[in-house]
């Protein structure tokens, strides 16, 4: 299989994950994301793929309702993207992980945790909305109204999964063949 389609193969598995997210199936979503993860890995794909995939894996994480593993992920990922000369990109990156940390934060009951981080998320990347209302709700002292966060996170769009933003007609199932494995015949 050359370059090209080894690509195409981690790209049409983690799409096939983002189908099974849409339909509520996050642990099967999951283990869709770590094959394509696998997969790109060994095929050396350039690491914006593995970020991508890793907010696949922290967001049917989040929709399993498991904040505290959110939060640790995101917040180690955003300490790894820590760079003293950040790209625009890196910088964008790194806002939104904190921004997943923060809500994450908040959905697990540290509201001061999460300020602090959704305050340095907000420093990165100012065009951070649902960052922003969150930090005014909790400075006027109101809860974080889950139907309400809900709400939020829809209208700003903070999930990476959506039916607008996913391509069934690439999603694949990996082959049986796509990586065959070393066999030899045994005589005895």
């Not at 598995?13 to 979503?29: D, I, S, T």
């Not at 700003?156 to 694949?172: C, I, N, S």
């Not at 199932?173 to 990586?179: G, L, Q, T």
Request: net charge positive; proline share 5%; glycine share 6%.
């Amino acid at each position: 299989m050359n370059v090209d389609g080894v690509h195409r193969l981690h790209m049409g598995v983690a799409e096939a994950g983002k189908l099974l997210a849409l339909k509520g199936r996050h642990q099967e979503a999951l283990a869709k994301y770590r094959e394509a993860l696998q997969l790109a890995h060994g095929a050396r794909a350039p690491q914006l793929f593995a970020r991508h995939y890793l907010h696949c894996v922290l967001e049917s994480l989040e929709h399993l309702g498991d904040h505290v593993r959110v939060a640790e992920l995101a917040g180690a990922a955003a300490d790894n993207a820590a760079n003293p000369d950040p790209t625009p990109f890196q910088k964008r990156d790194r806002a939104h992980l904190l921004e997943r940390q923060g809500v994450n934060l908040a959905r697990a009951g540290d509201v001061p945790g999460a300020r602090t981080v959704l305050a340095a998320a907000l420093e990165l990347d100012v065009n951070l909305p649902l960052a922003r209302a969150l930090l005014d709700w909790t400075a006027r002292g109101l809860a974080i109204n889950p139907a309400r966060l809900a709400e939020a996170q829809r209208k700003h769009g903070y999930w990476v999964v959506r039916p607008d933003t996913v391509d069934a007609a690439r999603a694949l199932e990996r082959p049986s063949n796509a990586i065959a494995p070393m066999t030899e015949t045994l005589h005895g």
